[in-house]
């Protein structure tokens, strides 16, 4: 792959980070997920995804990491562009590890989507 299409992901990685948004942050939830958003002070967006054991196996879990993160890529211009940068964190909830079959990622993709907006609308960014 060329480097030119590789983008970085700026990524959540400390306890407290997570702790402060959970607690601090507005929050969306859906059947497959959970949303938590808060602003921080850096010029750009971090994500973190939380996925539980009792979701599944690890390879489970890692692809739903993947695609959380790829479909966050995806949509990243469209609700949380602008002049502030947030930490966004996405706790997936037992469902999502049942999901199978072709209908699995667009089925997380849409999830990931609303969720975006909802808490963004909740966080005064989107429309």
């Known amino acids: 792959m060329c480097c030119l ?9 400390k306890t407290q980070d997570f702790k402060r948004v959970y607690s601090q942050g507005k929050y969306a939830a859906d059947a497959l997920f959970v949303v938590y958003a808060l ?14 054991k009792k979701v599944g196996n690890a390879v489970a879990r890692n692809r739903i990491k993947r695609w959380v ?7 990243t211009a469209e609700p949380f562009s602008g002049g502030q940068a947030y930490d966004i964190i ?7 590890g049942q999901l199978d079959g072709k209908s699995a990622y667009s089925n997380v993709n849409e999830s990931v989507k609303n969720l975006l907006i909802r808490v963004g609308r909740k966080l005064g960014v989107a429309t």
């Open 69 to 75: 993160k790829e479909c966050y890529r995806q949509k």
């Open 39 to 52: 602003a921080n002070n850096l010029p750009h967006n971090r994500l973190g995804v939380t996925v539980s």
């Open 5 to 13: 299409h590789k983008t970085t992901l700026e990524s959540v990685k």
């Open 90 to 96: 996405f706790v997936a909830r037992t469902p999502v």
